[in-house]
């Protein structure tokens, strides 16, 4: 089952915005990571924000992690039209090595 | 560095036929591989795990029979759709992790069953 609910499952801005997305998920994690999808291609790797950590960035990406409410958000700050993208949460449960998978949420980023 | 090919990208077959899909780390080698199932406008949904060597590990749901995975070295994994029915079209997508914590995900294989 999926151990993750995204919002919003989509997602339309201009150019410019900023675009925040979040997740949040039910068990103990040992940490979570965000991945992006292009229209039927692979995932490519975000961010991996560990249990111990509140927040991490990478380039125009902030991620946060509150574990006391089990829920993280994505920012993607300044976006741009190659930001459009589906945006995936995934939690490695604490214990476990396999990667579960929440919603995603669609992105559209409008020039 | 971390790249993952998946062969074929796209495969379209008779239903009632049998389809492989490989996997394969390029440059890093991959302890365990995973098997991802995508539906359109769906997330993606782990069919099961393998590590070199040994048996792969199904979730629940997925029948072991159908779906026949085999992880042979350090580099390749592959997923046999076996009989496939148009009901198995569908993405889908593996990925590797070597010694790190980081899964790398393959492009895809789009799977049509006529």
């Known amino acids: 089952s999926q151990q993750g609910e995204e919002d919003p499952q989509a997602l339309s801005i201009q150019e410019g915005e900023n675009a925040t997305m979040n997740c949040s998920y039910k068990?103990?994690?040992?940490?979570l990571q965000w991945y992006r999808q292009n229209s039927g291609r692979g995932l490519v790797h975000l961010i991996l924000i560990r249990s111990n950590e509140r927040e991490k960035h990478s380039g125009r990406l902030r991620v946060t992690l509150d574990t006391s409410k089990k829920s993280s958000s994505l920012l993607i700050t300044a976006s741009r039209a190659a930001d459009t993208a589906s945006y995936f949460c995934a939690t490695v449960l604490a214990g476990g090595g396999k990667l579960i998978f929440g919603q995603g949420t669609e992105l559209s980023v409008k020039p | 560095g971390a790249v993952v090919s998946q062969h074929p990208s796209w495969v379209i077959c008779k239903s009632g036929t049998s389809v492989k899909i490989e996997c394969r780390s390029l440059d890093f080698q991959a302890t365990t591989m995973f098997w991802y199932r995508q539906f359109p406008k769906q997330s993606l949904m782990l069919m099961a795990t393998?590590?070199?060597?040994?048996?792969?590990?199904?979730e629940q749901g997925v029948e072991k029979d159908k779906f026949l995975i085999n992880h042979a070295s350090l580099t390749l994994s592959t997923l046999t759709v076996t009989s496939a029915h148009p009901e198995d079209s569908s993405f889908y997508i593996c990925?590797?992790?070597?010694?790190?914590?980081?899964?790398?995900f393959g492009p895809g294989t789009r799977l049509l069953v006529l």
């Open positions: 393998s590590n070199e060597g040994s048996k792969a590990t199904y």
């Open positions: 990925s590797a992790r070597g010694v790190g914590e980081t899964q790398y």
């Open positions: 068990t103990s994690i040992n940490n």
